[in-house]
């Protein structure tokens, strides 16, 4: 897929760019003699990364959760050619599908030129993001404010989460069968919600709380209307609101995924505008690169998957995270499509053992004030490209794997860089799940300042290289 130009390209990065990028060669030689990314491109290479980020913000802003983002997904991927997998489909090379598990996961699927039995490729990301979400009986009344109850998904920092322009965006499931859609805060129309934090004035007795209790995450309530009614508790005229504007009652918010996010529209930063500031960079990063890159898929030698997934925030749990079957059954059923009588059960054992796996996620990348907290030779840093993870403990990828991912990066100029915490082992996000089932994983992404907050920081050039990274892989052989 080639990505169309927008905005003269942000004046190429802007007026503040080096002047001697125009002059950047693409040789591995002249990556090797600089350690940013960025002095490595040329012109037209550039023209690209901004190109990949103006697409980029959207895509992120359009998707905010599992839902929205299955959604999104589906719509710009049927434009290009993907069809839902049926029982009916024909896996002829070339051929492009997409499977989706109970509207939270989805696969895209190009099948290749090889037997499926010799193994597949593999992208694996997840799509949720840390937030707040609503409690089953969410809505009640205090102080003359009707507010509702809320609990977190995902590692946050709560004081983060306080005094933030908020979105409400899910989805409520009735007895009868039908499903009402809510987005509320995107729209510049729309109102937002918002946890108020206490003014400095009067927050004396919370002053000795520790960073991580200045917000206890049952203060993360958010307010959602504070008018009065003559005749009415300001919790019932909610109530009625709910009733008249969707159809829906207090009870049926038993049967909803309600989630509170930020409403912060995804924008440049800095003076060279060669950072993107969003929320949900962890694993928007890796899912929006994965899609782009299988997308520009032709006919691969083998048959690419980009595996999106949800729950990885939580422990991959649930039957929409990389822990259940799912992953396994899909492939199961395209060499039952394949195969027909003749299927058993060793052709998809051998297909997984073939199987090459990309699992990629965002790391902490080195925050300049506090510098000390990485182990910096082994460390990630801004504009420095793809990041792979060596955990050590076992969690690494076998020394072997590690050289054939190495061999591609090199070989189609990628830059990349190593990333291990300070003095702990640590696996990373779903590959763990991927390897039990015998898959060869590793794991990688891209650094990111202040992951799991409500507005994160990532490279363009960094972004755009992980898109790179993960259409050769789908190539390489």
Known sequence: MKFRTTLTNI??????????????????DTKKKHESSWLTLSKKQLQQVEAYA???????????TELTFVKETIKRVEKQGFKRLTDNSKLTPGARFYDVNRDRTISLIVIGKQALEKGARI??????????????RPLYEKQQFALFQTY?????KTYQWVNIPLALVGRVDKKDGSVVNISVGFDENDPVLMVPDLAPHVDHPNRKRTSRDVIKKEELDVIIASKPDFEKKIKDVV????????????????????????ATKPRDVGLDRSMIAAYGHDDKASSIAAVYAIMEQDTPEYTSIAYLVDNEEVGNINNTGASSSYLVDLMSSLLYHDKGDNYNDYFLRKMLRNTKVISADVNPGVNPSWAGVWELGNAPRLGQGVNLKLYGGGFNANSEYMAWTRNYL??????????????????GTI???????????????????????????????????????????????
């Open 11 to 28: 004046a190429i990065i802007s007026a503040l760019s080096f002047s001697s990028l125009s002059n950047a060669t693409e040789s591995v």
């Open 54 to 64: 103006q697409n980029y913000k959207e895509f992120i802003y359009r998707a905010p």
């Open 123 to 136: 992208v694996g990301a997840h799509i949720d993001s840390p937030r707040l979400e609503l409690k089953g």
């Open 152 to 156: 977190v998904h995902g590692g946050i």
């Open 239 to 262: 109530s009625d609101y709910l009733a008249q504007q969707y159809d829906i009652s207090e009870e049926d918010l038993v049967s909803a995924e309600l989630a509170l996010v930020p």
């Open 410 to 427: 090199d070989n189609s100029n990628i830059q990349w860089q190593t990333s291990t915490y300070k003095g702990k082992a640590s696996g």
């Open 431 to 477: 590959g763990s799940d991927l390897s039990n089932d015998n898959m060869e994983v590793i794991d990688f992404g891209v650094p990111i300042l202040s992951i799991h907050s409500p507005y994160a920081v990532g490279s363009k050039v960094d972004l755009y290289s992980l898109y790179q990274a993960m259409s050769v892989f789908y190539r390489h052989q």
